[in-house]
């Protein structure tokens, strides 16, 4: 695992596992953007200017942070919140958070960028169990290729596996432990969230289409 890392140029990679949450405490338009100042808490606070820091999925960039490490702030452009559901942030909304993966660290996710494809939209939710919910999300209809049952996919920047998939839809199961680390708990019907399709998906479209194209 660790060439393929240095494999990737040195890129910043997430493996979708949730480190905690935080919350928008201030937003500040800045030029061609939004700089949002979130409030949360690392079990080891090692944050500096200019690390790499996926926001509910979508990869974003450390502007300022306080010494302990637990108040930080990051710029978005309005591209970024035009391709993302960032755009809908509100003060007091809470937001998943991941540090970039280091090259020594356990790998427990999937292979995930931080670059979001596109934004779904949750259609239903269903108490299956004490702590197991089920969620229905539509997603947009240029990213259907790339979603099969038992597949992974990157929802608000938690690595996920797919139920099932239907009609432009795709199910998921969330588990206790994924609800409670996570900002799923708040999530409601109608609300848009971040999605990133499985990158591996991604390399198989490209080779395929290329071998048909020769």
Known sequence: MTGLFYAIGGLNMFTGLIETTG??????????GIQFSI?????N????KGDSIAISGACMTVTDFKEEGNE???YTSYKSLELTNLSNLQLGNIVNLERAMAVNQRFGGHLVQGHVDG?????SIKKIETGVFEFWIQIPETLAAYFVKK???TVDGISLTVVDVKEGSIQ???IPETMEKTNAHIWKEGQKLNLEVDILAKYVENFLRLRTSE
Do not use: A, H, N, R
């Open 23 to 32: 919350k928008v405490i201030k937003m500040e338009s800045v030029d061609s």
């Open 119 to 123: 934004v779904g939209v949750l259609q």
């Open 39 to 43: 409030l949360t808490k690392w079990q």
């Open 72 to 74: 930080f702030s990051f």
């Open 151 to 153: 597949g992974s996919v």
């Open 45 to 48: 606070p090692d944050l500096k």
């Open 172 to 174: 998921l199961v969330l």
